[in-house]
């Protein structure tokens, strides 16, 4: 099994300083008549974002911040995996695997980490600590670059499993996420019944469906949902 190595998140000044030059460049399209939104975004709205990401938001303070995390990288076979692991201040912390969704990261979950894994931090019981795993999903954040196909399945789910058992050493641990990481948690307590202790989700989803139909290359994601029809 790979082992994990420590990971500090440093983007280049050029990289940013790269965004700057395109969000300054950019050109917008004119919106005749769009106050009420009804020929889609509003452009005064989306110049309000850009201004913002230009002139507001502070990357280097937002780095910094997750750098304050122990953040890792474990190659699987070619694969990039980066997570964060917190562990519990507590007498047995529950291990527990956060998942993300799309079109969210890892970064999502930043203010629950220090609480699960510090309750008493914040007024609550040492006892009810977790050790706290945050992968990104491969493609996402710093999981990337991604150049292997298919990990969007029930092999996504086995890649979690082998994570929290065979690199982080956890027998038992609990599972959490919404959206599509609402899908990886439930299918992964559904296929690993004897690791996984409990399931919360905050979108209904059926583990089975995800692992038979999203699995099969020739299955396809249309109006009918997940369970859609065959290409």
């Given amino acids: 099994m790979p082992q994990p190595e420590p990971f500090t998140v440093a983007v280049p000044d050029e990289a940013i300083e790269d965004l700057h030059r395109r969000i300054d460049n950019t050109r917008f399209a004119p919106d005749f008549a769009n106050e009420d939104w009804r020929f889609g975004m509003n452009g005064e709205y989306l110049q309000s974002f850009l201004h913002s990401w230009r002139h507001e938001f502070d990357w280097r303070e937002t780095e910094a911040r997750i750098n304050s995390f122990n953040n890792y990288q474990v190659d699987f076979d070619g694969v990039p995996l980066h997570f964060i692991h917190e562990k519990g201040k507590g007498p047995n912390p529950m291990p527990l695997i956060l998942t993300h969704g799309w079109p969210w990261t890892f970064w999502d979950f930043e203010k629950v980490i220090r ?5 008493a931090a914040f007024g609550g019981d040492p006892a ?17 670059p991604l150049r292997v196909d298919g990990l969007q399945t029930s092999k996504g789910v086995d890649m979690w499993a082998d994570l929290m058992t065979n690199v982080l050493g956890y027998d038992r641990f609990a599972a959490a996420g919404g ?9 992964l307590g559904a296929r690993y019944p004897e690791r996984v202790l409990g ?8 583990p089975a469906l995800y692992i038979i139909n999203i699995s099969e290359p020739k299955r396809r994601r249309g109006r009918e949902g997940w369970a859609g029809g065959l290409e």
């Fill in 179 to 187: 959206d599509f990481g609402a899908m990886m948690s439930g299918t």
């Fill in 128 to 144: 009810d600590a977790f050790d706290v795993v945050v992968p990104s999903l491969p493609g996402f954040g710093f999981s990337t």
């Fill in 115 to 119: 609480p699960l894994t510090d309750p």
């Fill in 199 to 206: 399931v919360y989700v905050t979108l209904p989803s059926l």
